[in-house]
Nanobody, 125 residues
């Protein structure tokens, strides 16, 4: 059964760090791009970062230098390490799987066919 499950979201102070996890099952992690997305209250969902099938990574300008995406193939888990967090990073964070194998990151959200349930990250003092 194809499944993505996010975890790690919590309340953190500005300037703090947090690591989100996306545990996947039902497909080969090394065959698909996995993206992290977020949706803040009253805003559209936006792409944050992506790691494609061969490990290449991309980041939104708003998180470059602060967030790092990585993958543990043995654990079938994709991580999003977030540092120097800002109140604007407050959102529900989702991971999602590209619908097709062997593609690079940069696809629109409509081309991701499986999504996790989301995990809430709140950055506040």
């Amino acid at each position: 059964q194809l499944q993505l499950v996010e975890s790690g979201g919590t309340l953190v102070q500005p300037g703090g760090s947090l690591r989100l996890s996306c545990a996947v099952s039902g497909f080969a992690l090394t065959h698909y791009a996995i993206g992290w997305f977020r949706q803040a209250p009253g805003k559209e969902r936006e792409g944050v970062s992506c790691i494609n099938y061969n490990g290449l990574t991309v980041y939104a300008d708003s998180v470059k230098g602060r967030f790092t995406i990585s993958r543990d193939n043995a654990k079938s888990t994709v991580y999003l390490q977030m540092s120097n967090l800002k109140p604007d990073d407050t959102a529900v964070y989702y991971c999602a799987k590209d619908a097709a194998r062997w593609r690079l990151c940069g696809r629109p959200q409509s081309e991701y066919d499986a999504w996790g349930q989301g995990t809430q990250v709140t950055v506040s003092s």
